[in-house]
C-alpha cells in the first residue's frame, strides 16, 4: 500500500513538474529569437493543394538566413514535393548556398477522415515527428494549417519541456479563414509562439493572433 501511494505521489509530481515547465516554454517563447548569431535552420509543414502553394509563398520572403530548410509531407501527398522542388531550385539561383530536404511522415488526419480513426491516425503521425524532430532540432516550425503539422509542432515543443532545445512554433492561418479558425488552429492557438491571421475579424475573435494583412 505504500509503494502504491509513493508511486502515485511520484506520478503526480511529475505531472506537475511538466504542467509548469510546459508553461514556462509557452508563456516565454516569443521572447526566444533565432538567428541573431547564425542560420536558422527551418522545419517548414507543407500539406496538399493549396496549402502548400500558400506556404511557399510565405518561403519567398524568408531570407537566406532561414537554412538549412527541412520540408515535412504527408506521405499520401504525391504534388507537393514536385511544387517544393520548383521552388527550391529556382531560389538557388539567387542563393547558391541553399539548402534543402524534403521528409515523409503519415497523414494525421484525411478529409472526411472520422474522429475515432483520427485519433489512431495522429499517433502513428506522431511516432514519426518525435524522431524526425528530435534528430533534425530545428530552431523554427512553420506551418499552415494541415493536421500533419500538430504531431510536429507537439515534438517541437517537447524538446523545450526536456530542456534540451527551444523551438519556435509559427502558425499563419489560412488565408480562406475569416470568422473561424482551422481545427488545427484551435489546437496550435493554445502552444504557438507566433500566431498570424490574415483577416482582422480573426484577430478580435483571438486577442493572442497578430495580423499583419494579407501575408500571402
Not at 34 to 39: D, E
Not at 42 to 69: D, F, N, Q
Not at 146 to 172: D, E, R
Request: charged share 15%; proline share 4%.
Amino acid at each position: 500500500m505504500t509503494f502504491l501511494v509513493g508511486a502515485v505521489v511520484a506520478v503526480l509530481l511529475i505531472c506537475l513538474l511538466f504542467i509548469i515547465r510546459l508553461y514556462i516554454v509557452v508563456k516565454t517563447g516569443s521572447n526566444h529569437k533565432p538567428g541573431t548569431k547564425g542560420p536558422v535552420a527551418a522545419l517548414v509543414v507543407a500539406g496538399s493543394g493549396g496549402h502548400t502553394t500558400e506556404i511557399l509563398r510565405l518561403m519567398e520572403s524568408l531570407s537566406a538566413a532561414y537554412t538549412p530548410r527541412h520540408y515535412v509531407i504527408a506521405d499520401t501527398d504525391r504534388m507537393s514535393e514536385e511544387k517544393i522542388c520548383t521552388f527550391e531550385n529556382s531560389k538557388q539561383h539567387s542563393d547558391s548556398k541553399s539548402q534543402f530536404t524534403i521528409y515523409r511522415i503519415p497523414r494525421s488526419r484525411e478529409v472526411h477522415q472520422s474522429w475515432s480513426s483520427s485519433v489512431l491516425s495522429t499517433l502513428s503521425a506522431t511516432c514519426y515527428s518525435l524522431p524526425l524532430v528530435f534528430r533534425l532540432r530545428p530552431d523554427m516550425v512553420l506551418c499552415n494549417g494541415p493536421g500533419t503539422c500538430v504531431p510536429l509542432c507537439v515534438a517541437g515543443l517537447l524538446l523545450g519541456i526536456l530542456g534540451m532545445k527551444k523551438v519556435l512554433i509559427v502558425y499563419v492561418e489560412s488565408i480562406c479563414r475569416v470568422e473561424t479558425l482551422s481545427l488545427t488552429g484551435k489546437i496550435l492557438y493554445l502552444i504557438s509562439d507566433y500566431f498570424f491571421v490574415q483577416w482582422s475579424s480573426l484577430r478580435d475573435k483571438y486577442p493572442k493572433s497578430i495580423f499583419l494583412g494579407r501575408i500571402v
